[in-house]
């Protein structure tokens, strides 16, 4: 590949229809770091107060307490995957209370809707490359549809506690994503109570000890926290920080959730802290003590945790990867790991340090684009502007990688044997001989020197010159080798 | 939890043989496969085991399921104790002629209540969620390659590669797309684009074939159950075809209407079995299904008629070499102090015990070794005694 194809390709999601190489591949990619727009319209417009999620748990708990109708099950009815025209599950709904399914309908239409915006964003943006960081460190604190509510806070997640920080620091990234209503959700934690915490005493003293209510405290968001979000699985925690962390995180929980909600103290992150289920005490974490804080105890081993040494080295690894190949460059890592300490988390330092580094220019394509890098692609390249939502949820569906659906908390994988699939090849024929259909496509010969300037190769041009048609010539384009990896 | 070998076995049907009293003789190492065939079918969701397999003489059923068991009325027994769900009629036929069985009151060492990480920990095999990174059948795939002249062909018969199947050993997947087939022409042109492709050109040649073995599916989804079976046995049925196979079911979380919910679901599996079975033909002989759930439900249907997450739960294993029509059980009882935490059928045996050991018997390969690769860090013994020798 050429600077300006590992500029657009590589670091971006390739050119937009028309779009020129850029003549300086470096500055192009610094001067995306100034031009980027953390709140675009189009999601500011879907940021209005998501009060629904308080309602929709609170609805779910009083339904499963009457008895009057079971939970339908969070985590499968409501997933994403039912959001497609073809709902397979509509069926289990049947026998539902009807305010409760005309909320899971709300709640699907919201989802529907910020899966769109978020791929729109991605294929019109003039900074394509930020676009790739803010779609990276989402994955990086992944959340996943399937648990109660969280439709309504997935892309909140990505928009209000990824978006903002991308060229922030990393501490305030970490803080807003962990300490966000869809992570409190997702991993157990808005649930989660202090053993010792006034609530939790006074729940004892009373004896009314209610099998379906949350008796402790709850290590999910904890374990997850060092182990995929800073320090990483070998970083030298123990099951003791695990538990200390735990418990300084008790109190931190969603807006209009449980009894105890009308103590909840409304946070920055869109999250609420009740003081009343927090654990009491100081807590010690690595080795450092944290006095009694309330709401600010788990934001100050949030802080530690993020410039830790072995969070600069997971975070470093993992960013060479996304960019410089599966198994990245030694190198890379330790330029990457020594920027991110000496900038105390800096992720602008990190991402020019990034574009400044050899290892990334290397020649040859580095990665096998996932289905969503591949479809922004394709996408940009055809012009193909405003697709109707549920289609672009279809697209993503049928591709195999809808966003804010990973399979665990780490995430999407970022490896070519998780994409490089079979039946991915089929789909990605299937899907491009479908787009190519819809819009114009003559000139794609001159078009695809565009795209991959200086990096389109023999094969890929014989095939487009011997296409027996425009748009057979733009489906082989779209699924050349040069579209498939970066 | 004890090992399942050690425990008094409540057996049913025509084999009287416990589930540890059948001493099989210690096999070498990696000794090939041959031509067998392993599917193993994942019901996700937690599938309700009562209503799978209906433990009809317990005294304490009627109580908990109360007028949802008017539908075991004229089913398929198995012995006195158990009667299979009138709408598993294929399973039922198969286990009087011997070629099912059931195994009840089984769980993994997962005690928690999420699909996710019950989901998590049945497929990567690990003793905690997320603990593992790769899933037990591809190590299976791994042991049976390793000394092979060539790696066998693994598949999964679903969009993305399942969990249970990734990881070191090569696999394949396929799925029937709701996208509009590409045209023949361009499938071709795709053909030479990737000629000389190093990467793209083997894994495109690939997809043709196993787009070749399964045709026209006719297919938008894996939906259509019996369909989906049939799809399933042409790719696994010929020499060249897959040798471990893997698919998913949907539709077991019954919390309401459970006996509507469970029928359809089960009626689903059913026609898949069944399409399956009849689709691999003369190689059913040399094949073994098994089919699992993460976790089972409450004993006691709700308010709503449904059940909500629970324990244990059944699994079915099914085959030409099986040693069927019985019930491999040590029934834990029905009443309150019997049921977990006072709620939940209670786990008394291992799933992880019946996997491996399943899977060993039937690829020949050391029972113990396929427990300590497949599910490492337990101290189960694998199930001995599914599969005829």
């Given amino acids: ?486 | 939890m004890k090992t399942a070998l050690d425990r008094r076995s409540l057996l049913a049907g025509s084999l009287m043989l416990g589930a540890g009293s059948l001493a099989l003789p210690r096999l070498a190492f990696a000794q090939v496969a041959g031509s067998r065939n392993l599917l193993f079918v994942l019901l996700r969701g937690a599938a309700d085991g009562m209503a799978m397999l209906a433990p009809v003489g317990d005294p304490g059923l009627e109580a908990l399921r109360g007028a949802s068991l008017a539908d075991y009325e004229g089913a398929t027994r198995l012995g006195s104790f158990f009667a299979v769900h009138p709408a598993l009629a294929e399973v039922a036929a198969a286990a009087q002629s011997g070629e099912a069985l059931f195994v009840h009151a089984a769980a993994t060492a997962y005690r928690e209540r999420s699909h996710f990480d019950a989901q998590n920990l049945l497929e990567t095999g690990g003793t905690a969620p997320y603990s593992v990174k790769d899933g037990w059948l591809n190590r299976l795939a791994a042991l049976l390659n390793e000394g092979a002249p060539a790696p066998l062909r693994a598949l999964a018969i679903a969009q993305a590669v399942p969990l249970a199947l990734r990881g070191d050993a090569p696999v394949s997947n396929y799925a029937p797309s709701a996208l509009p087939a590409a045209s023949e022409d361009l499938l071709a042109r795709v053909s030479q684009l990737y000629a000389s492709d190093g990467e793209l050109g083997p894994l495109w040649e690939r997809a043709l074939e196993t787009k070749a073995m399964a045709q026209d599916d006719g297919l938008r989804n894996l939906r259509d159950a019996s369909a989906a079976g049939e799809l399933a046995a042409s790719l696994m049925r010929d020499a060249g075809g897959a040798r471990i196979g893997m698919i998913e079911l949907g539709g077991w979380d019954t919390h309401a209407n459970q006996r509507f919910a469970f029928a359809r679901s089960a009626r689903g599996l059913d026609a898949l079995l069944g399409a399956y079975k009849s689709g691999m033909g003369a190689a059913w002989a040399d094949t073994l299904v098994v089919v699992a759930t993460e976790f089972g439900r409450t004993a006691r249907l709700n308010g709503t008629g449904g059940s909500d997450h629970g324990t244990a739960s059944a699994a079915l294993v099914m085959g030409g070499r099986v040693r069927g029509g019985r019930v491999i059980a040590d029934w834990p009882g029905l009443a309150d102090r019997q049921l977990f935490e006072g709620r939940d059928l209670a786990p008394t045996t291992s799933l992880e015990s019946l996997l491996a050991g399943a899977a060993a018997e039937h690829m020949r390969l050391d029972p113990d070794l396929a427990m300590a690769r497949l599910f490492p860090g337990r101290s189960v013994k694998p199930i001995a005694g599914i599969v005829r020798a």
């Fill in chain 1, 1 to 486: 590949m050429s600077r300006p194809s590992i500029a657009l390709s590589r670091f971006g999601y390739g050119p937009a229809a028309g779009e020129h190489p850029p003549a300086d591949p470096r500055r192009y990619l610094l001067v995306q770091l100034d031009a980027y727009d953390p709140a675009p319209s189009a999601i500011a417009g879907r940021m209005r107060s998501r009060g629904e999620t308080g309602e929709m748990v609170e609805l779910v708990r009083s339904l499963r307490q009457d008895r009057r109708a079971a939970m339908a099950d969070t985590e499968s009815a409501m997933s994403a995957q039912s959001a497609t025209s073809e709902d397979p599950r509509a069926a289990a709904l049947e026998g539902l209370p009807p305010e409760y399914r005309s909320k899971l309908a709300e709640a699907r239409q919201v989802l529907v809707g910020d899966i769109a915006a978020r791929t729109q964003l991605a294929v019109s943006s003039p900074t394509p490359m930020i676009e790739r960081l803010v779609h990276f460190w989402s994955n990086h604190f992944s959340v996943s549809v399937g648990k109660l509510g969280t439709q309504f806070e997935v892309g909140p997640h990505e928009f209000t506690a990824i978006r903002p920080h991308v060229r922030g620091r990393f501490s305030d990234m970490l803080k807003a994503a962990v300490l966000h209503p869809a992570m409190l959700l997702y991993l157990d934690q808005f649930q989660s109570i202090g053993p010792n915490a006034p609530f939790a005493q006074r729940r004892a003293r009373r004896g009314g000890d209610q099998p379906e209510r949350p008796r402790g405290h709850n290590e999910n968001l904890a374990r997850e926290v060092l182990e995929l979000h800073t320090l990483g699985v070998d970083g030298g925690y123990t099951q003791a920080d695990v538990t200390e962390l735990a418990r300084a995180l008790t109190g931190w929980t969603v807006p209009g959730i449980g009894r105890v909600g009308r103590f909840a103290e409304d946070q920055p992150s869109g999250a609420a802290f009740v003081a009343l289920v927090h654990e009491p005490g100081a807590r010690r974490v690595l080795g450092r003590s944290y006095p009694a804080g309330e709401a600010g105890q788990a934001r100050a081993i949030l802080d530690d945790l993020a410039r830790h040494p072995a969070t600069a080295r997971h975070i470093a690894t993992k960013f060479a990867r996304h960019f410089a190949g599966d198994t990245p460059p030694p190198a890379l890592v330790a330029r990457l790991e020594a920027d991110f300490l000496k900038s105390g988390g800096d992720l602008a330092s990190l991402t020019r340090t990034l574009i400044d580094a050899p290892e990334v220019w290397t020649p040859g394509p580095v990665k096998f684009r996932t289905p969503f890098e591949w479809l922004i692609g394709a996408l940009r390249l055809t012009g193909t502007a405003q697709l109707p939502p549920q289609r672009v949820v279809g697209a993503l569906t049928q591709l195999g990688q809808l966003p804010w659906r990973a399979p665990s908390p780490a995430g999407y994988d970022d490896i070519a044997a998780s994409w490089a699939g079979p039946d991915a090849l089929v789909r990605r024929v299937e899907m491009a001989e479908r787009i190519a259909a819809n819009i114009p496509a003559d000139d794609v010969l001159a078009r695809a020197e565009a795209a991959f300037p200086g990096a389109l190769g023999d094969a890929t041009r014989t095939q487009l010159q011997r296409a027996e048609s425009g748009s057979q010539a733009l489906a082989l384009l779209l699924v050349s080798p040069e579209m498939m990896r970066r």
